[in-house]
C-alpha cells in the first residue's frame, strides 16, 4: 500500500502546520487542553499537499487522531473553495460552532465558514404567506405551532428549522411550509430576494470553506445531471468526514422514489392552485379525481403484491419481473435485478390489471391540461411558474413511474418499502462505483476521504472498489489511545450460536453480569431493532439501572440523558454504532449483540451480493467481511474517546470464533488484550478504574 511521503524540506506554508499542531504551537498556546498529536500532524501534512497539488487521498485516522482539526487547517490555507461533507448535521454544526471559532482564536484571524443544509431544513416564506392567504388551517395540534413558526419567520436571520427547538422533531406541518424543491419557483418567486435559500446560498458563495452533510452533497451532485441545477457553489476540492457512508448516500440520491404520499400531495398542490378561468379550473378538477381514482387502485394493488409475497406488509422487499404485470400467477418472491416486468408481447393486458396504463395515462392528461393553462390570458402573470411547477411535477412523476414498475435496467433493483401508511417502491443503482468514478473522483482536482474506519485488514481496497476510487494517496493513523492499559475485549466462552432458540435468554444474562461490574454505564448495540427490543424487556426487568431504548425519544435526546443519569444503559441499533460521543465513567462498557454482518435480506444488500457473485467474486469476502470489519470498529469507537477512558468491548457472537471471526479480530487495535474469563475481567476493571 502506498504512504503518503512529505517532500524531503517542508515549504513554508507546511513548516506553518507544525507552528498549529506542533507541541509547542498556536493550539498548545490557546487550547489548555491540548495534547500533540504526531498523527495529527501527519494527516495535516498529507491533506494540504493533496489539496495543493491535485489527487485523491483516503486517510484512517484511528480515534483521538484530532483528525477535524487536521483536515480543517490545510483547508483554510488554500486559496480556493473547499467543501466539507459530513455524515451527520450534528458533526455539522459541531464544525461550525465549536472547532471554527477554535481555530480563530489559534490562528488569530476571521474565517469565512458558512454552513449549508438541505432545502426541507429551511422556511419558505412563499409557501407560507400562501398557507396564510389560502385560508387552511393547521389542525388543532398544529395551531399553536404555526404561530410559533410564524412568529420566528420575522426574526430568525437564517429559517433554520434547527433553530426551532421547542418544535416536535417530526413535526408534519413543516412539510407544508419548507422549501423542498419540488415546490420551488426559483428566480420567478416573488419572495427571491428574501428567500432564506437564496441567503444561504449567497453566504455560501463569499465563504471559503463550506460546510454540508453526505445527503445535501449527492443530492447536489445528482441535480448536476438533472433538471434543477446544481445547489452548492462551484468547487473542485472536497473533503468527505465519516466517508464510509458514501456509498450507500450516494446510492439513494441516485435512486428513484414514488409513493402514496407523492402522489397524494401532487393533487393536494394542484387542487388548491389558484385558477380564475371556470373552465380550466373544472378541467382540472376533472382530471384530478381522474388520476385520484386510478392511483387508489394502482396502490390497492401494490398493496396485494407486496402482502402477498412476504405475509407481513410491514418491512421491506424485492420486487419480482411480474409483480404488476400477472397478477393471477403465483407470486414468485425470488430476486429479479433488471428484468422487464411486461408480460405480453406489448404488455398492456398485465398493465391494466395493475392500473400501471390508466395511471400513466391520467397523469399525462393532468400535465397536458395544466399546460393549457400557460396560455390563460386570464391568468396572474406572478401565478404562471406556480402552474408550470406543477406540470412539471406530474410528467416527472408519470416518469419515475413507468421507470420503477417496468424494471428494465440491469444495473438497479427493485424494490419496495412500507413506512406507517405510505408504500413507497424504489429502484437504486446496484453499484455506485461507476456513477463516482466518472462524476466525482473524474471532475474534481482533489477528493479527500477520511475516517477512524476506512480500512479492513490495513488496505483501502474495500472502499476505493466500491466508491469507484482507482488510484489515490493513502495514510493509516493509529490511534493515540493505549489500549492495553484502557480496554479489554470480552469474549464469552459459551455462549449458544446467535440463531439458537436460547440466545436471546442467554444474552440477556450476560449483559446482566457485565452491567453489575460496570455499575451500568454501558451501551447495548444491536444488529436489529427486533433483538434490541428483546434484549432491552429481558434486562429492564432484572437490573435497577436506568434503561432507555432507541425510539423512545430523538437520538439527541436519548444521549443527553445517558450522560446526566448515573448508571444509565442505552439500548440502540444502527444510529448509535456511529457519531455518538460520551467521554468520560458515564460510558464504560460496549456490548454487541452479533457481528455486525450487512442484512442479507435487505433488498439492496442482497442484490450487491448478487452481482458480486454474478462477476465471478466471492460476495461474503469482499462485501459482507469487510462491512462487518468497519461496523465493529465503530462500535468500539464508542467506547475510548480519551486518554482517561477506561472500558469493556464486549462481543456476544460465539462466531467470532470461526476462521473469519480472526480476520475481524486482526482489523481491531493490535494491543487491544483479549478476556475470556469474567472474573478476570471484573478484577481489570476495578483496578482500571481505581488508576483514574
Known amino acids: 500500500m502506498k504512504q503518503h511521503e512529505m517532500p524531503a524540506e517542508l515549504s513554508r506554508t507546511e513548516m506553518a502546520l507544525e507552528e498549529v499542531f506542533g507541541p509547542s504551537g498556536r493550539f498548545a498556546q490557546t487550547q489548555p487542553s491540548f495534547e500533540f498529536r504526531p498523527g495529527q500532524l501527519e494527516m495535516a501534512r498529507a491533506v494540504y499537499d493533496v489539496l495543493r497539488r491535485g489527487g485523491h487521498l483516503c486517510v484512517e485516522a484511528g480515534t483521538g487522531t484530532g483528525k477535524t482539526l487536521a483536515y480543517l487547517v490545510p483547508a483554510i490555507l488554500q486559496n480556493e473553495l473547499v467543501i466539507i461533507s459530513t455524515a451527520t448535521k450534528n458533526l455539522q454544526e459541531q464544525i461550525l460552532q465549536q472547532d471554527i471559532p477554535r481555530l480563530e482564536q489559534a490562528l488569530g484571524r476571521q474565517i469565512r465558514a458558512a454552513m449549508l443544509k438541505g432545502r426541507s431544513n429551511y422556511l ?67 419572495k427571491y430576494d428574501d428567500c432564506f435559500v437564496t441567503r444561504a446560498r449567497q453566504r455560501a458563495r463569499e465563504a471559503d470553506l463550506v460546510i454540508v452533510n453526505h445527503h445535501l452533497f449527492f ?19 472536497v473533503i468527505f468526514d465519516e466517508a464510509h457512508e458514501i456509498e450507500d448516500t450516494a446510492a439513494s440520491y441516485f435512486s428513484l422514489q414514488i409513493s402514496n404520499y407523492r402522489f397524494a400531495d401532487l393533487l393536494r398542490d394542484v387542487e388548491q392552485a389558484f385558477i380564475p378561468d371556470d373552465g380550466l379550473a373544472e378541467a382540472i378538477r376533472r382530471t384530478c379525481r381522474a388520476v385520484r381514482q386510478s392511483a387508489d387502485h394502482f396502490w390497492q394493488f401494490a398493496q396485494r403484491i407486496c402482502r402477498t409475497r412476504h ?73 404562471l411558474p406556480a402552474l408550470r411547477r406543477l406540470e412539471e411535477r406530474a410528467r416527472g412523476l408519470r416518469s419515475e413511474l413507468l421507470h420503477i414498475v417496468c424494471g428494465d435496467n440491469p444495473n438497479y433493483v427493485y424494490w419496495w418499502e412500507r413506512r406507517g401508511r405510505g408504500l413507497f417502491l424504489q429502484a437504486t443503482p446496484i453499484d455506485v462505483a461507476g456513477v463516482l468514478r466518472e462524476q466525482l473522483f473524474g471532475q474534481l482536482e482533489s477528493v479527500i ?29 493509529d490511534s493515540p489511545f493505549d489500549y492495553s492499559r484502557q480496554a479489554r475485549l470480552y ?6 450460536d446467535p440463531t439458537a432458540p436460547d440466545f436471546t435468554d442467554a444474552a440477556v444474562a450476560e449483559i446482566i453480569a457485565l452491567l453489575a461490574i460496570t455499575q451500568g454505564r454501558a451501551f447495548v448495540l444491536c444488529t436489529s431493532l427486533s433483538h434490541m427490543r428483546r434484549l432491552y424487556d429481558g434486562t429492564r426487568a432484572q437490573v435497577n439501572f436506568p434503561c432507555l431504548l432507541q425510539g423512545d425519544a430523538p437520538k439527541s ?42 442484512v442479507p435480506s435487505d433488498p439492496v444488500i442482497e442484490a450487491r451480493c448478487c452481482h458480486i457473485e454474478a462477476e465471478g467474486g466471492n460476495a461474503f469476502q469482499t462485501y459482507s467481511l469487510p462491512q462487518a470489519i468497519l461496523a465493529l470498529k465503530q462500535g468500539l469507537g464508542r467506547l475510548i474517546r480519551s486518554s482517561t477512558d477506561r472500558g469493556i468491548l ?35 476493571f476495578t483496578e482500571a478504574v481505581s488508576e483514574i
Open 124 to 190: 419558505c416564506l412563499h409557501r407560507l404567506e400562501h398557507f396564510e392567504d389560502s385560508g387552511r388551517l393547521p389542525g388543532l395540534g398544529d395551531i399553536h405551532h404555526f404561530d410559533a413558526i410564524r412568529q420566528w419567520s420575522q426574526t430568525t436571520p437564517t429559517g433554520d428549522r434547527a433553530e426551532l427547538t421547542a418544535l416536535p422533531e417530526n413535526l408534519t406541518l413543516w412539510g407544508e411550509l419548507d422549501a423542498r424543491t419540488e415546490n420551488c419557483l426559483g428566480q420567478k418567486c416573488p
Open 650 to 684: 464486549c462481543l456476544l457472537d460465539g462466531r467470532i470464533r470461526k476462521w473469519y471471526g480472526q480476520v475481524i479480530l486482526s482489523s481491531l487495535p493490535s494491543q487491544l488484550p483479549i478476556i475470556h474469563d469474567r472474573q478476570t475481567l471484573a478484577r481489570w
Open 311 to 383: 405475509g407481513v406488509f410491514d418491512g421491506r422487499g424485492r420486487l419480482s419481473p411480474t409483480a404488476f404485470t400477472d397478477p393471477v400467477d403465483e407470486f414468485d418472491c425470488s430476486p429479479v435485478v433488471g428484468r422487464s416486468l411486461e408480460g405480453d408481447s406489448d404488455g398492456t393486458a398485465h398493465q391494466e390489471a395493475s392500473g400501471l396504463t390508466a395511471l400513466a395515462d391520467a397523469l399525462e392528461a393532468l400535465a397536458d391540461v395544466l399546460q393549457a393553462t400557460h396560455g390563460g390570458a386570464v391568468l396572474a402573470a406572478d401565478n
Open 449 to 477: 476521504l477520511t475516517s477512524a474506519t476506512l480500512a479492513s485488514q490495513g488496505s483501502f481496497d474495500f472502499i476505493r472498489s466500491r466508491l469507484g476510487l482507482d488510484r489515490s494517496d493513502e495514510l493509516l493513523i
Open 491 to 496: 469474549l464469552p466462552p459459551d455462549l449458544p
Open 219 to 237: 443530492a447536489d451532485l445528482a441535480a448536476r445531471h438533472g433538471s434543477y441545477g446544481a445547489f452548492l457553489p462551484d468547487h473542485t476540492r
Open 557 to 598: 435526546t436519548l444521549i443527553e440523558h445517558f450522560r446526566r443519569t448515573p448508571g444509565a444503559v442505552l439500548f440502540g441499533a444502527a444510529s448509535f454504532w456511529q457519531g455518538v460521543d460520551v467521554v468520560g465513567e458515564a460510558l464504560s462498557c460496549v456490548i454487541v449483540d452479533r457481528l455486525p454482518f450487512p
